[in-house]
């Protein structure tokens, strides 16, 4: 399986390593780090720089597409070159998926067009300016599209999406390996769960920058 | 805070970024990825390269430290360079942190003798051979040391740390911000929960290389 991750300066680290870290234990999997150039790019705090080992043009094509997000997304919504690679490397996909604001790169690149969607809560209802339908479920597939809410959602769009390929027992298989039993200490995961204060909070931080 | 995460050859990316994306989080936070050298470390795989901007003798101490894990710990554990910096920032810590085998290495510094922790499910028993008492618990707290299990629990570990130091709200904030409300397709991610084929192909599949 050819694994083709988009990186980007201003990602949210997440977004990209919980799917990663899922789909790399596919059988046969080979997976691709590809950014506008080679090298580093980085986080929005620049604390944490990941490497890009392939530039936009040596990447052709991939069974999958992952497209994280990150507050930098909201730039990259009208940057032709990257929007121009996402449809071509979709144009050759078994299955084109983000994370997070990964979704409105693949809105502005018209890949959701009358298709249900999800990203962020923050930018929920921005997904219908570009014409897809915003859903709040946390893995929305639609046909070979697959998109996945906020940041720590690609884990379970990733386990999704290694059922689809591998079957469900392999995919039970990795999530044993990473030990992926969730218990966090708080239900405060959506806008639903999350006291009322602490949602208020959070929307007007997040208010007009994703 | 001041927060510094190891980082080595051979690491799991996840065992990292999940914490991380939790602390980076917390009021003033500054991290530190700090490894043996500065520069690139890769996964073993080798498909993703991480950047430590500190080599081990640039970093000093730390408010909190974060150990991840690896197949490379099993040979870390008999790295004297290493353990002896973990036990020089373990001096200056409010706390002092690992998931998955990150734990093996702070139980190879000596800093689990006679305390409770836990590991990956593949390690736990070896646990006990440096004096800790393994325990399956998924996040554990004895004073300021806090173990984390597989992978994946670094993100349960790092909401934890956060209400301990920003408060059950501000920590309830994070969880929104990274939308962790955890709806995994299977319910595999134990020994326990695991289909019996699934848990028992995973034993054999990890047997002696953690």
Redesign the interface.
Known sequence: VDIVCLLFDGI???DI??P??VL?RLPD?????VAASAG?VR?D?K?????A?YALDGVTSADVLVVPGGFATRALEADAQVLEWIRAIDATTQWTTSV?TGSMLLAAAGLLEGKEATT??ASLNRLADYGAIPTGR??VEQGKIVTA?????G??MG??LA?RIAG??Y???I?????????????????D???A???E??IS??NGRV
């Open positions: 949210t680290a997440l390593v919980g990663y870290e790399q999997a080979n997976v691709k780090f580093e986080t705090n604390f944490l720089a990941l490497v080992d997070c962020h809560w946390r893995v809410a906020g940041v720590s959602s884990i379970d386990l999704t059922a469900d027992e995919a039970q298989g999530q044993l390996g990473i030990e992926y039993d969730p218990q966090p200490p708080f239900d405060a995961g959506s806008l769960k999350a006291p204060p602490v949602a909070f959070m931080l997040y």
